[in-house]
Structures are given as structure tokens and as C-alpha cells.
């Protein structure tokens, strides 16, 4: 372990970090467990976010992604405690805005700061200059779809298939059967490691887990997490366990599902935890 490059243990952590299991940093023990609690204290994500068409602020959150308060808790943050850098877009009008002319110069600054790239869309309202701006993204590893699917976003799902650069993909609307299709492409791409789904649909569901079970070789080791409750992936070939007062795994020698119930305690029954997770993971073995 005293071998081990610190850039590389630095990395380990903050992917950790970065992923949506807030109890990660107490998986480590020892010189990790020390770092991976103060990443937990001073880790932060920082968001640009682009209001019809221009810079409107910088947004600073903490390890829970939540808001920061503090003036003076903002001017501490260290760039080396960076987890996630947000680039948010937003539209409040029904016309597609046009690219202010500082964006693009405000943009190269932001995106070279260090951090993983997230692009956040909460407007679909894109022309094809907005989509070859996202685009353009070299950095851009996890795209987050917060509003229903159309043409433009659709478009810039092909180009960020194309470029095969994205790590994670959360899609929040009900995916229809076109939809299904491209968003099932991802996750036959190696570097492509999971897919969050914020509400429930029984065809993508099914389609996932056969795609799953029919190229288990290229599907090992990524994940699909499913924000939604009423999410149950395992049978009676799977053998549980609770890891926590929270969390539940279930086994067999293909998947791993943990079901999560944040409100859980020691009380709680496994079947309850399992029928009301909040958080659903399976990950191919």
C-alpha cells in the first residue's frame, strides 16, 4: 500500500465519493479510512449554470449535494476536495435561447477545472448549436436528463454514444420503446460504467435485465440504479444478507442487488426494506 501512487488512491476515493452510496467512506479502514472521512468533510460539487443562454452563477454543494450557505465556508473550499463540476442548463422561456457571446470563453475556464464533468439538463429546448456546444465536451463523463426526451436530446444521446465518453447516464422521464433501444447501446461500451433510471418501467426493466443476462461478459461490473420505489430484481435463486440497518443485498452467480431504505432501522424488516428502498443497484458479476 505505501507503493501505491497517491494520485491513484486519490482517484479510488473520489470515484467513491462521487457515486450515490453516502455511506461509501466507511468501507475503508486505516491511512484510506482517514482520507476517505476527510474527502467526506471537505468534498464538494461545484455547478455552472447557464440560464437562457448565458452564465448566470456559480452553485457550490456540499458531499450530499446540498446548497452551502456559508460566504466563508465557499471561500475555504480546496480545489483538491472537488468531486463533481456541474454544468446545469436551464430555459424559463418557450424560445430556444441564443449562445451568449462570453459563454464559450466562461465555459473553457470552468471545464478545466478539476473534477468529474456532469452536464445537467433541465430544458430540452436546444437547437443544433447548443447540442454541438455540449458536445464539445471532451471531459464530459456522466449526462443527466432531468426532463422528458425529444428530438434534440435524443440527437446529443446519439453524439455522446458516438464519442463513447460517458461514465453514467441518469434519465428521469418514462423511456418509450425508441428511447429503450438507444439507452440500452450504452451500456455495451467498456468504459461505460452505470445507468440511473428515476422512474420505473417495466419494458426497459425487462429489456435491461435480458441484455444483462445474454452479454454478461460485456455487461460485468456496471450498474443500474433505480430512484423510484417498488423496484424487486431478485428471486428465489438469490441469497441475502443485511450489510446495514438500511441495506440489503441479494446474490446469485450472475447479478448482486442492494435494495436501500434510507429511513431503515434496526427494526425495520428485511421485507419492508426490499418493498420501500428509495435506491435500487444491481450489478452484473
Not at 456541474?86 to 464559450?104: C, G, M, T
Not at 425529444?150 to 455522446?160: E, T, Y
Not at 435491461?208 to 417498488?230: N, P
Request: with cysteine.
Amino acid at each position: 500500500m505505501n507503493k501505491t501512487p497517491r494520485a491513484f488512491l486519490e482517484e479510488v476515493l473520489s470515484n467513491c465519493a462521487a457515486s450515490r452510496n453516502k455511506n461509501w467512506f466507511k468501507f475503508f479502514s486505516g491511512f484510506l479510512g482517514a482520507s476517505a472521512q476527510r474527502l467526506e468533510a471537505e468534498g464538494h460539487h461545484k455547478g455552472f449554470r447557464i440560464q437562457m443562454g448565458a452564465f448566470e452563477c456559480f452553485d457550490y454543494y456540499n458531499f450530499q449535494e446540498k446548497d452551502f450557505s456559508s460566504a466563508v465556508r465557499i471561500k475555504n473550499l480546496k480545489a483538491k476536495y472537488r468531486l463533481r463540476n456541474f454544468v446545469d442548463y436551464e430555459v424559463n422561456e418557450n424560445e430556444i435561447p441564443a449562445i451568449d457571446s462570453k459563454l464559450k470563453g466562461q465555459l473553457d475556464k470552468f471545464l478545466r477545472e478539476p473534477g468529474l464533468l456532469t452536464l445537467g439538463l433541465f430544458s430540452s429546448k436546444m437547437d443544433d448549436k447548443w447540442i454541438e456546444l455540449f458536445s464539445s465536451f471532451d471531459r464530459l463523463h456522466v449526462l443527466q436528463v432531468n426532463v422528458p426526451i425529444n428530438d434534440s436530446i435524443v440527437q446529443l444521446l446519439q453524439n455522446m454514444l458516438n464519442q463513447k465518453q460517458l461514465l453514467g447516464l441518469d434519465i428521469s422521464s418514462n423511456l418509450q420503446e425508441e428511447e429503450i433501444d438507444l439507452v440500452s447501446k450504452f451500456l455495451f461500451q467498456e468504459q461505460f460504467q452505470r445507468l440511473v433510471l428515476l422512474s420505473r418501467n417495466h419494458n426497459a426493466q425487462e429489456r435491461f435485465l435480458a441484455d444483462a443476462i445474454e452479454h454478461r461478459e460485456e455487461f460485468r461490473g456496471k450498474s443500474i440504479l433505480w430512484s423510484c420505489a417498488d423496484v424487486k430484481l431478485h428471486d428465489e435463486s438469490f441469497k441475502g444478507k443485511r450489510l446495514s440497518e438500511e441495506v440489503v443485498e441479494y446474490r446469485n452467480n450472475v447479478f448482486k442487488v442492494c435494495y436501500e431504505m434510507e429511513k431503515a432501522t434496526s427494526e425495520t424488516k428485511i421485507e419492508e426494506i426490499v418493498r420501500s428502498a428509495s435506491i435500487t443497484v444491481m450489478t452484473l458479476l
